[in-house]
T-cell receptor, first 114, second 110 residues
Framework: DTAVSQTPKYLVTQMGNDKSIKCEQNLGHDTMYWYKQDSKKFLKIMFSYNNKELIINETVPNRFSPKSPDKAHLNLHINSLELGDSAVYFC?????????????FGPGTRLTVT | AQSVTQLDSHVSVSEGTPVLLRCNYSSSYSPSLFWYVQHPNKGLQLLLKYTSAATLVKGINGFEAEFKKSETSFHLTKPSAHMSDAAEYFCVVDGQNFVFGPGTRLSVLP
């Protein structure tokens, strides 16, 4: 039973295209996140949703738009893809919004923009 | 505002020798602190967490970390490295938002 799953695992696309990454968690958690990990392994939070509401929106180009149809899903749509968007994108979830909650991570989606 | 510093970008040890991965943090709040491990081409897994209880925290796979408020440190240790410990390790502070350190790559030599 996969706790946090992401699809696709790999995504190769050309500049200018629009693509989506899907994330689902079956843990009953209230809060979900998207992170970007660059080629130097640096992890940066992009968005956080709590019960389908946006609570963290870091400085991310507005080409990136998260969508949470229900609290078990948080999808990431990216418009007009650029070379610099190439990275590994991780979805995560926690039981609560803040504090000492452990984050559960998905396996990642490796996005390559050519 | 929170920040995390991992003092070594790369640590190399021989199998069977001790591991020390250093982490210093700053936070305006009483933070929770975590160590996560990422094996090559894998997602992140929690090793251990500190949440204002015991300052010495034991985690999985023989790892432990000690919270030292006076030094604002949360260093990760293991008495004896195993080949399977080779991975990237992230120190994380959570006061208001999760903030990840830049990571330390641990290599274990046979």
């Amino acid at each position: 039973d996969t706790a946090v799953s992401q699809t696709p695992k790999y995504l190769v696309t050309q500049m200018g295209n629009d693509k989506s990454i899907k994330c689902e968690q079956n843990l009953g958690h209230d809060t979900m996140y998207w992170y970007k990990q660059d080629s130097k392994k640096f992890l940066k939070i992009m968005f956080s949703y709590n019960n389908k509401e946006l609570i963290i929106n870091e400085t991310v180009p507005n080409r990136f738009s998260p969508k949470s149809p229900d609290k078990a899903h948080l999808n990431l749509h990216i418009n007009s893809l650029e070379l610099g968007d190439s990275a590994v994108y991780f979805c995560a979830s926690t039981l609560g919004e803040l504090g000492s909650y452990e984050q559960y991570f998905g396996p990642g989606t490796r996005l390559t923009v050519t | 505002a929170q920040s995390v510093t991992q003092l070594d970008s790369h640590v190399s040890v021989s199998e069977g020798t001790p591991v020390l991965l250093r982490c210093n943090y700053s936070s305006s709040y009483s933070p929770s602190l975590f160590w996560y491990v990422q094996h090559p081409n894998k997602g992140l897994q929690l090793l251990l967490k500190y949440t204002s209880a015991a300052t010495l925290v034991k985690g999985i796979n023989g790892f432990e970390a000690e919270f030292k408020k006076s030094e604002t440190s949360f260093h990760l240790t293991k008495p004896s490295a195993h080949m399977s410990d080779a991975a990237e390790y992230f120190c994380v502070v959570d006061g208001q938002n999760f903030v990840f350190g830049p990571g330390t790559r641990l290599s274990v030599l046979p």
